[in-house]
């Protein structure tokens, strides 16, 4: 069996010569099988490995035995070993989620802590041939499309590395027992309360009996071969994607152009939009694949609520993904006094210039989107920054009645979400500039004007509001 893992490194290219890997083990058979014959490798495959070990706090008295279990199994193999304890219960009621998602992103965070410790390049997963037929089963029960059906793949990310990926679990468990392993058992395998237990333990098996004995390596052939035209797909996808989208940490822009390619591709592009802002698709299935479609296709403002604190926006055909910000809905104390100077908002990730000039010594007045000027000797009650609050009103440069903020915004096509994002300048109580966009008509320069403010803003943030 090593050498079929050693052809699958090969095969799937997962590791380069120097390559530092962090080996993920719960103490199972699995990830004892894995670390154990990447340690017997690593001379063969020039890589030095480290093990990673999570606890749950799940199982009490057995997860600590657990953990004991795989430090004592690297200490005699001399392999460096780091662990972590996370209430994953607590972790899962926190943050609203299933205990199972909770489980996976304290997994897969203590995986990148130690990659950065370690500065490691891979990290090693001990999924095999009947974890893949089990999750292309409950794929199907989901209603899942060609990605889905692709399953478990060998490399993603150029990260995540899976060499025992078609290495049945009955040789895994021969393996660890010709080495005398004797890997830990988790009891709750054992347990049909999991739909993952009951396909593993009560679907498969019947299948076997009734259908295909082989139904392991059939599902996992049907992942091969629907791997190649995925790929193709999943490669013209990347191209649209670059195509029609805009992306920064906060949101993903896709154009209104995007929904009129073919809808295989529409779908692949919205989830490598959800996938570029989060880092994951936890929680995000074809359902909602398909609600954001259809919300493109109505009125704009139309707004949809996903899991994991996404919201999506239909903003003139636009579509905007973003996360959702707490302080979004905070915006009444959100309010800052600027003095003289440099004003510096660590907390808005904005710095605020301001400068008095005389206005002999002015000749041009040159302004852009972030560099504006007004009458300083308007100004007579301070100078605050702060957010749209309901029923604003201004009187926007060249009006001489004014307008209602939301009424402008809805002009400027500026979305719902980008609306609460976009700071204000106010003298005296009024708003005089929409940072990005429009002064107000009360404290522009004229002919009489003698003191100048100069408001220069500066922040990667406001430049991406203001696009």
């Keep these: 069996m090593i050498d079929e893992i050693f052809n699958n490194i090969v095969k799937y290219s997962m590791f380069n010569r120097g390559d530092k890997v962090i080996v993920a ?20 495959l020039q890589i030095t490995i480290y093990a990673a070990h999570l606890n749950h706090c799940l199982r009490g008295e057995a997860a600590d035995m657990d953990e004991n279990f795989v430090k004592e199994f690297c200490n005699r193999l001399d392999i460096k070993f780091r662990s972590k304890k996370v209430d994953v219960n607590k972790l899962s009621r926190d943050k609203n989620i299933s205990c199972e998602s909770a489980g996976r992103e304290a997994r897969y965070d203590f995986f990148y802590e130690l990659k950065k410790e370690f500065s490691a390049q891979k990290i090693a997963i001990a999924h095999n041939a009947n974890d893949q037929a089990e999750t292309i089963l409950m794929r199907i029960m989901r209603g899942t499309g060609l990605d889905g059906l692709a399953g478990i793949r060998p490399v993603r990310d150029n990260i995540f590395v899976r060499p025992l990926i078609n290495i049945a679990r009955n040789q895994i468990e021969e393996y660890c027992s010709l080495n005398n392993l004797d890997p830990r058992i988790d009891k709750t ?22 259908f295909n004995d082989d139904i392991v390596k059939t599902l996992n052939r049907l992942s091969d071969t629907i791997k190649v035209d995925n790929d193709y797909l999943e490669m013209i996808s990347k191209e649209k994607f670059k195509k029609y989208c805009d992306i920064n940490k906060e949101k993903v822009i896709i154009s209104k152009e995007a929904f009129t390619e073919h809808n295989a591709i529409v779908t692949r592009i919205v989830r490598l939009s959800i996938y570029a802002l989060c880092g994951n698709l936890y929680n995000i299935d074809k359902l909602h694949i398909y609600n954001i479609i259809d919300i493109q296709k109505t ?33 009444q104390n959100r309010e800052y006094k600027l003095e003289m100077g440099m004003n510096n908002l660590t907390c808005e990730n904005l710095k605020i210039y301001l400068t008095v000039l005389e206005s002999d010594s002015v000749q041009n007045l040159e302004s852009n989107k972030l560099t504006k000027y007004f009458d300083y000797d308007k100004i007579k009650d301070g100078i605050i920054l702060r957010y749209k609050r309901d029923g604003d009103r201004f009187i926007p440069l060249g009006m001489n009645g004014s307008k209602k903020l939301k009424k402008f915004f809805i002009d400027e096509k500026i979305s719902r979400n980008e609306r609460n994002e976009i700071p204000l300048i106010c003298f005296n109580g009024e708003i005089s500039w929409i940072i990005g966009y429009r002064i107000s008509e009360v404290f522009k320069v004229t002919k009489d004007t003698k003191n100048v403010l100069q408001i220069k803003v500066e922040g990667e943030r406001i430049k991406e509001c203001t696009k």
């Design 299 to 331: 009125s704009t403002g139309k707004i949809l609520n996903l899991p994991g604190h996404i919201n999506v926006i239909n903003s003139y055909g636009n579509i905007y993904i973003y996360k959702v910000k707490e302080h979004i809905y905070e915006n």
């Design 189 to 210: 395998n054992l347990e049909t309360i999991y739909s993952r237990n009951k396909i593993r333990l009560e679907l498969i098996p019947y299948i076997r009996k009734n």
């Design 25 to 44: 083990v719960s103490g199972g058979p699995d990830s004892i099988c894995l670390l154990h014959s990447l340690y017997r490798l690593r001379e063969k």
